[in-house]
Every structure is written in structure tokens, then in C-alpha cells.
């Protein structure tokens, strides 16, 4: 085996994927082979095992066992593994330009919660937040006991508390466009490719950017986009208790929905003050939203 390298998937199209070979810098454009199977084509995270090519590039030959993977269902009830091996979901929303969507940030939160993965919050454009917004977020989520970082990548505030958090976590990167995800890869040294990556998304083929940032003993790679991290269908007891706010709740009914159910703790909790009323409105929204 001594004439393969093993490498990292760092983002996958509909018949390449870019790679990252250990020890070595840049990404590298592979082809995927047939005789690999549907069953087994990689997905970012997943660890392999390739063959140089003369003249360049690479051909995947093994894929390494996975450790963990992060799966969704479609809306046609079928399974997509997305990730493996990963650890932590890194959410980013900007306080202004585009504004904070609560309902977004608290979907990808609860999608981390339901995969048993470890979700990082990360704030940007502190320099545009309006007047006591930056504190309101702040505290509200870490209030809920999720680690929080406030970063402007442009200018270094707080990309070496970022580079520490990751050290020793396999992580994905996900946040609407606009945010600053590509500014965060930047200001932590990872490597960029806008490459000739096809993607099909809603009927069309579209060319990705492939990102990734080796820190110590860890990795964050950027994600396929907000919309491959939908719940799908979900009980209401599911959906509940991947809000720790709400989880912790316990109603006169133990199937209450908690929208107009009786002696609803959750309902008085938020008259109350105790749980915010931006996460109440998210779990209603997404539990409408379920299939």
C-alpha cells in the first residue's frame, strides 16, 4: 500500500469530490468510481485511501470505516447521509446583512441536538449589530449552556478564540449566504478552491466552492448549503426535545403539543419570561413545517 495516500473528503459533487491529502497542501480534484457503489461514495468527513495518477490528480480507491455520519430524511422518506465523522456543527448568523433569521439559527441548533453532534454558535459583523442586539443574542444562547463566540473575521477579533475552540474537533461550518463564512476561512488560514464541482440543487447543476481549515488534530469544512439541514418529519415530542428550553418542561399531558393544550408549562414559561419568545415562535414554526 505504500504507493496510496489516505485523504480527507472535503465536499462531494455529482461525479468528483475535492480531496485533502494528509501532508499535503491544496485540494485535489478526484473523479469518483463506479466500482465504488452508490452505497459507498463518499460524503465530507469520511476518510479514504487514493492512488496518485501520472500527470496529476488522484483516484479514490477505499473508503476508510466511518466513525459516526450525520443522515437526514428527504421529504420523499428516504435516507441521505450527509457527513461523517463529525463532532461539531459551527452555525454562523451575522448580526446585520443580512439580518439574524432566529428561525434558521434555531433549526440548525435542534438538527445538532437530534444528531448528537455539538453545536458552536458564531456571531459576525458585531460592527453592524444594532443597539443592545449583540447582548440579547449572546446571552440568550449561552443562557441555554451552548458555547457562543462573537468574531469579525476581516478585522482578527477573535479568530484565535475561534482556531482554540476547534482544536481536536472534526467540524462543519453551515450558515446562510452572507454571513461570512468565506471571510472566516480566510482569516483562519484554510484552504479555498472554486472548483468545477457539480452539484444538482433545485434542477440545475451548480459549481461549488470547496473549503477547509486543518487545525490541531481537528479539521472544519464548509457544508453543502442551510437547506440540506432540514428536520424533515418530525413528532412533536422529537422536535421538543431538541430545544433544551423546552425539553425540560414537563406538562399535564404528556403528549401536549404545546400550542393550545391545557396547563401547558411550556406556553407558561414564555408568558413567564423563562423561555424566549424567538424560540417559542421557532419550534411552532418548524413544527407546522414538519411533514
Given at each position: ?31 469518483l ?39 437526514r ?52 459583523k ?8 449583540e ?37 462543519l ?51 453543502p ?5 432540514g ?43 423563562q ?9 411552532c ?7
Amino acid at each position: 500500500m505504500s504507493d496510496l495516500c489516505r485523504a480527507l473528503v472535503v465536499a462531494v459533487g455529482k461525479n468528483s469530490a475535492w480531496l485533502s491529502l494528509d501532508g499535503v497542501g491544496g485540494l485535489v480534484l478526484a473523479s469518483l468510481r463506479r466500482s465504488l457503489g452508490k452505497r459507498s461514495m463518499p460524503v465530507p468527513g469520511d476518510r479514504l485511501w487514493v492512488r496518485p495518477l501520472q500527470g496529476g490528480g488522484v483516484v479514490i480507491e477505499r473508503l476508510e470505516a466511518r466513525e459516526s455520519s450525520i443522515e437526514r430524511r428527504t421529504p420523499e422518506g428516504r435516507s441521505k447521509t450527509m457527513a461523517a465523522n463529525v463532532d461539531t456543527l459551527v452555525v454562523v448568523s451575522s448580526f446585520a446583512d443580512p439580518p439574524v433569521r432566529t428561525l434558521t439559527l434555531d433549526q440548525l441548533v435542534a438538527f445538532a441536538a437530534l444528531h448528537e453532534v455539538e453545536p458552536v454558535i458564531v456571531f459576525t459583523k458585531p460592527d453592524l449589530a444594532a443597539d443592545d442586539q449583540e447582548r440579547v443574542l449572546v446571552d440568550l444562547y449561552r443562557g441555554l449552556g451552548y458555547q457562543v463566540l462573537v468574531i469579525n473575521p476581516k478585522r482578527g477579533e477573535n479568530v484565535e478564540a475561534l482556531r482554540l475552540l476547534l482544536a481536536g474537533r472534526a467540524a462543519l461550518l453551515v450558515g446562510p449566504s452572507g454571513v461570512g463564512k468565506s471571510s472566516i476561512f480566510r482569516a483562519l488560514g484554510g484552504e479555498a478552491v472554486v472548483g468545477e464541482l457539480s452539484r444538482r440543487g433545485l434542477g440545475r447543476a451548480t459549481t461549488s466552492t470547496a473549503r477547509l481549515y486543518r487545525g490541531t488534530d481537528g479539521f472544519l469544512i464548509d457544508s453543502p448549503g442551510v437547506a440540506d439541514f432540514g428536520l424533515g418529519p418530525l413528532a412533536c415530542a422529537q422536535l421538543a426535545g431538541a430545544f433544551v428550553d423546552l425539553a425540560s418542561r414537563r406538562c399535564r399531558f404528556r403528549d401536549c403539543r404545546h400550542l393550545e393544550e391545557p396547563d401547558c408549562e411550556v406556553r407558561r414559561a414564555v408568558d413567564g419570561g423563562q423561555i424566549a419568545q424567538s424560540r417559542y415562535d421557532s419550534y411552532c414554526k418548524l413544527l407546522a413545517e414538519s411533514p
